[in-house]
C-alpha cells in the first residue's frame, strides 16, 4: 500500500520520469558523442552518464523522502498503524521501479551501441551497476530521514560525485567499494575476468546498501514525522 501511494506521488509530481529521464540522458549523451565520433569508445561514456544519474537519484530520494515527512504525510500513515519502516521501504520500493527500468532501458542501448563482447559480460556489469545505483538511493533515503529536504538533497548529490570521483581519478583504485561496477562498465573491453570482477563489484555494492538501509530503519524510528 505505501509503494502504490508513493508511485502516484512520484507519478504526478513527475519524479517518476525524472529518474527514468536521468538514466535515458546517459544513453542520449552517447548518442551524441558518437555523431561527434563515430569511433569513440560508449561504455565509458555511458558508465559517466549514470554516475551523474546515480548522483541525481540519489538527491531526489533525499528530497522525496524528507519531504514525506515535512509534509505529515509519513506521520498520517503511521497514525494508521503503518510502521515506520514499512513507510521506508514502501518509499524504496516506488523509487527501485524507474530505477530499474531507466538502467533496462539505457544498458540495452548501450549494448546496440558497443556491438561487440561477451553477452553474459555485459550483463554482469549492468547488474554491478544496478547495484551502485541502489547504493545511490539507500544514501538518499537515509539522508532524507534525518535532514530537511533541501541539505539532504544536497550532501547527497555530494556524496555520490565525490564517489563517483574517487573512482574515476583511481583514488579508490584496488579496493573494493561502491561504483566499482561504473567502473568495470567502462572497462569491460579490457577486463579480463569480467564476471568475477562483476560479482565482487555487485556483492560489495549490495553490502553497503544494505548497511544503509538498516542505518536508515533505526534512524526513522527515531526521526521526526
Do not use: C, H
Not at 165 to 178: N, T
Not at 198 to 222: D, K, Y
Amino acid at each position: 500500500m505505501v509503494a502504490g501511494l508513493a508511485l502516484r506521488e512520484l507519478w504526478i509530481s513527475f519524479r517518476l520520469l525524472a529518474v527514468i529521464g536521468s538514466l535515458l540522458a546517459a544513453g542520449v549523451a552517447i548518442m551524441l558523442v558518437r555523431l561527434v565520433d563515430p569511433i569513440a569508445a560508449p561504455l565509458p561514456w555511458l558508465a559517466a552518464g549514470v554516475a551523474v544519474a546515480a548522483a541525481f537519484v540519489a538527491g531526489l530520494s533525499a528530497w522525496s523522502f524528507s519531504a514525506e515527512r515535512r509534509r505529515g504525510a509519513a506521520a498520517w500513515l503511521v497514525g494508521r498503524s503503518v510502521p515506520r519502516g514499512s513507510v521506508l521501504f514502501g518509499w524504496l520500493l516506488a523509487l527501485a521501479a524507474p530505477l530499474v527500468a531507466g538502467l533496462v532501458l539505457v544498458a540495452a542501448f548501450g549494448w546496440l551501441l558497443q556491438g561487440a563482447g561477451s553477452p553474459a559480460a555485459y550483463a554482469a556489469a549492468a547488474g554491478a551497476v544496478l547495484a551502485d545505483l541502489f547504493v545511490a538511493l539507500a544514501t538518499g533515503l537515509l539522508l532524507g530521514t534525518v535532514l530537511a529536504p533541501a541539505p539532504a538533497a544536497l550532501v547527497a548529490v555530494l556524496l555520490l560525485a565525490a564517489l563517483a570521483a574517487a573512482g574515476g581519478v583511481g583514488i579508490a583504485a584496488g579496493m573494493p567499494l561502491p561504483g566499482d561496477g561504473l567502473r568495470l562498465l567502462a572497462e569491460l573491453p579490457a577486463r579480463q575476468q569480467p564476471l568475477s570482477d562483476a560479482l565482487s563489484a555487485a556483492g560489495t555494492s549490495i553490502l553497503v546498501a544494505a548497511v544503509l538501509l538498516g542505518v536508515a530503519r533505526l534512524a526513522v524510528e527515531r526521526s521526526e514525522l
